[in-house]
């Protein structure tokens, strides 16, 4: 999903997880290989008292603008929820869900871009977020049974996100702005385990005591900026590309 627009918030350590180990930001931007090198200077040294032994082979005819279907290398579903790139570039804001007691169509033909629970309004779900006037996508409002997990078996009132201009589209963006406006439209809690499973998603507790408290979307993502800056600084000289 290219390797530019590192953005949302950081991992506070407190919320550290199999999901989220270290301070990285919700879409770091990063390869594989830079990664390591990000690591082995910050991280491992803390763990394991020196940095490892890395050697790192670059990859030859990559730029950071360049989608996977950009190349020539075959997609290979990194998950059975992750079928294409598509939903790869939806993901850094629709798994969010995750955290909620909606479904995100998992086991449907497009998890990820799927959304919904049983009782839900989602007539006015689509329309809230069509007016939203959201860039590159656009919503429509489905029914779907999900195949396992939340809501599993059971029919579910949702909808489905297309994105329609893939350079435009901005899923945090769109990711926050979906959680705001199912929280104003729905009758029922949305947190899982009172919000733990959200927070260790998002990498700590605040955005949901924003989203709780009815900040605007605009004002979320502001509240991100020294973080984004922080970081953007912070990675630059472990860049490959």
Known sequence: ITGLHPSGPTLDPAFSSFVGRVPLLLRHG??????????????VPQQAGR????????????????YQDETDLVWVPPSPNMPDVTTAIAYPGTC??????????????????????????????????NNAGLPGCLFREDWF???????????????????????????????????????????????????????????SNTLRRQLSQGMSTPDILTSWKPDEAEFTQQRRSFLLY
Do not use: Y
């Open 145 to 203: 049974t999900p195949g396992f997990e939340v809501a599993k078996g059971q029919l579910c009132h949702g909808l489905q996100l297309a994105i329609t201009e893939r350079q435009s589209f901005d899923p945090l963006l769109t990711g926050v702005t979906m959680l705001q406006t199912v929280l104003k439209i729905s009758e029922s809690p949305i947190w899982r385990k009172s919000g733990s499973t959200f927070d260790i998603l998002a990498g």
């Open 51 to 66: 940095p490892a032994r890395l050697s790192i082979i670059p990859m030859t005819g990559w730029h950071r603008d360049l």
């Open 30 to 43: 990063m390869t594989v290989g830079e990664l390591a090198r990000l690591f082995n200077s910050h991280c």
């Open 96 to 129: 969010l869900f995750e955290g909620t007691t909606l479904s995100v169509g998992r086991g449907t033909a497009s998890p990820f871009l799927t959304l919904g629970a049983p009782g839900l309004d989602a007539t006015r779900w689509v329309g809230e977020l």
